[in-house]
Structures are given as structure tokens and as C-alpha cells.
């Protein structure tokens, strides 16, 4: 079945990085686009990065952009968000995620999430 499985994550002080990964199973991972986003206490989630099926594609949210960097490698059905200069307003759950159709029904899924805490 269709899954995703989130790591990376932890505590980092303010201005530093992370690189979350994302390993998915159980569908053609290179025919689908990929994206990240994050839930943090008492805000709306966030749609963070989004990378096309090939990988020439990508798209962030204005409060991460020049920061994170999202990426794939096809032939390892991963993906990757490459965080830097971190503020303590990207903490949060990070979770990958996807809209897979599976026979006539299109079905979002997603992982368990991975916690990121900025703080000093």
C-alpha cells in the first residue's frame, strides 16, 4: 500500500539547518508531484514545497522561500526539503505527502510526520 515514512527532524538552534527526508512505497513515485507541509500549534497548516513528478519543478510558500529547498531522487522514491537559516517560526510537524489515484479514485496520503524544533 501507499506509503510515506518522514526523518530528519529534531531541535536546532535559530539560523540553522535540517534536511528532512521522505521514503515512499507502494506506487509509481515518479509520476506523481510531491509536496511538504507543516502543522504547527495553533496555526493553520501550511503547504511548505511542492517538486514535480521529474524534479524540474518546484514551488514554495513566501515564508520559506530562499531558505528551504525541496528535491527528489526517483530512483530512490525520496524526497527531500533542505531547510536553512531556520527561525523559531518553522517549528512545527513536517510531513510529505500525495494525491495518488488509485484505480478511478484520486486519495491523498501522507506520513507520520516529523517534529522540527527551533529554539536556542
Known amino acids: 500500500q501507499v506509503q510515506f515514512v518522514e526523518s530528519g527532524g529534531g531541535l536546532v538552534q535559530p539560523g540553522g539547518s535540517l534536511r528532512l527526508s521522505c521514503a515512499a512505497s507502494?506506487?509509481?513515485?515518479?509520476?506523481?508531484?510531491i509536496n511538504w507541509y507543516r502543522q504547527s500549534p495553533g496555526k493553520q497548516r501550511e503547504l511548505v514545497a511542492i517538486?514535480?513528478?521529474?524534479?524540474?519543478?518546484?514551488n514554495y510558500a513566501d515564508s520559506v522561500k530562499g531558505r528551504f529547498a525541496i528535491s527528489r531522487d526517483n530512483a530512490k522514491n525520496t524526497v527531500y526539503l533542505q531547510m536553512n537559516s531556520l527561525k523559531p517560526e518553522d517549528t512545527g510537524v513536517y510531513y510529505c505527502s500525495a494525491v495518488i489515484l488509485e484505480g478511478t479514485e484520486w486519495n491523498p496520503y501522507r506520513g507520520q510526520g516529523t517534529q522540527v524544533t527551533v529554539s536556542s
Open positions: 507502494g506506487f509509481t513515485f515518479s509520476g506523481y508531484p
Open positions: 517538486v514535480s513528478n521529474t524534479g524540474y519543478s518546484t
